[in-house]
């Protein structure tokens, strides 16, 4: 089983959610159990398990107890985010004899019993701009996995690696680490590699279903299944709200879409809503957050919609400060200037104030 940045303690923004947090952990946890229950020899965690050096002693307790019920080998490489030092956690941490974290530059570990051989090495520090892959050397008589956090491309902070480095390193399979959206199984050479992701989203910049890879690897083969394990999905959505007449029915049209796209188990995942169309209802998007809240598990709303033209031409015919914010808008768009969301702004200003969202 294939396993990279879980970020177990990350803080911030969305991760602020103290439900979220105790998730990510319950994630993993889920993953080990997993992985024990399919009956995987290896549990390859390719960096960045943890967010930080913070954690506290009971939840590094708890993923030693889990590890300690995997039959399987444990392998760790450290990454960017949980590098490997001497005054870290990592060399005061209990693990069970079945793990084994990297800690140098390059290490390998044999297991004969499985004709197998594991390549790996730690972050030492934020980054790493040597390329770990260089100086492996593969036996041809055993089966050559390298659990590596790094980077696809060329003048990376963090383990640049490139195709050629991977073709040359003549490993059977590559687990990567660091880039937290998956890939397909890929093959340079006769080297298959992967990026599995992250396997619970922490933001909306991870997006969509989130798990782990777990298949078979021999000489000249990598049959690898992608495992969807994410409990919540972070999902954003644009929803089109020109036929609502007031707030209640913005919220029943954002709310029918989520139930009939993704039913009731959408009700626990977080969104970002990005509303859309034409309409002349005077709304606040926190109002609307709260409302959806009411029914879901978290909701972020962006109002990205337009003034009806209609409307706008009638409120131009006003004979009040309105009328002449709307006229004077008019006139700028017609010179070319893109005058939506001061337009915007500005007739929620006048119905009920000016809110402005943090980003």
């Known amino acids: ?8 303690g990350a803080q911030g923004g969305v991760r602020k959610n103290a439900k979220l947090k105790k998730e990510v ?13 399919k009956g995987a020899d290896l549990l390859l965690i390719a960096g960045d398990l943890f967010d930080c050096h913070n954690i506290s002693g009971d939840i590094l307790e708890e993923i030693a107890k889990a590890f300690s019920a995997f039959s399987g080998r444990v392998f760790i490489s450290p990454g960017n985010h949980d590098f490997w030092g001497e005054n870290t956690f990592w060399t005061s941490w209990e693990l069970p004899e079945n793990v084994t974290v990297f800690k140098s530059g390059r290490e390998v570990v044999s297991i004969p019993e499985l004709s197998v051989k594991i390549f790996g090495g730690a972050f030492e520090g934020v980054y790493r701009e040597d390329n ?73 910049d991870e997006t969509g279903e989130k798990g782990v890879y777990f298949g078979t690897i021999g000489k000249g083969k990598a049959e690898m299944e992608f495992i969807p394990v994410c409990r919540r999905r972070f999902i954003e959505e644009s929803v089109d709200i020109s036929s609502a007449k007031n707030k209640r029915e913005i919220t029943e049209i954002v709310l029918n879409y989520i139930k009939e796209k993704y039913g009731e188990d959408g009700a626990e995942w977080f969104y970002k809503i990005n509303l859309t169309g034409e309409t002349d209802v005077a709304f606040s998007t926190s109002e609307i957050s709260a409302s959806l809240e009411e029914e879901i598990n978290f909701a972020k709303v962006k109002n990205k919609t337009k003034a009806p033209r209609k409307a706008l031409s009638a409120l131009a015919e006003e004979n009040s400060v309105r009328g002449i914010f709307v006229r004077k808008m008019l006139e700028r768009e017609a010179k070319g200037e893109n005058i939506s969301e001061a337009l915007k702004i500005g007739l929620c200003a006048f119905s009920e104030g000016v809110t402005f969202d943090e980003d």
């Open 132 to 204: 770990i892959l260089k100086g492996i050397s593969a036996d041809d008589s055993t089966i050559n996995i390298a659990v590596v956090h790094g980077d696809l491309g060329a003048g990376s902070p963090y383990s640049p690696i490139n195709a050629e480095d991977i073709r040359n390193s003549k490993m059977d399979y590559i687990a990567l680490g660091h880039i937290h959206k998956r890939t397909e199984i890929l093959k340079e050479g006769n080297t298959f590699y992967a990026y599995c992701g992250c396997p619970q989203g922490q933001g909306f």
């Open 25 to 37: 952990l319950g994630t993993f946890l889920r993953v080990v159990s997993l992985a024990q229950e």
């Open 1 to 8: 089983m294939h396993c990279a940045d879980v970020h177990i």
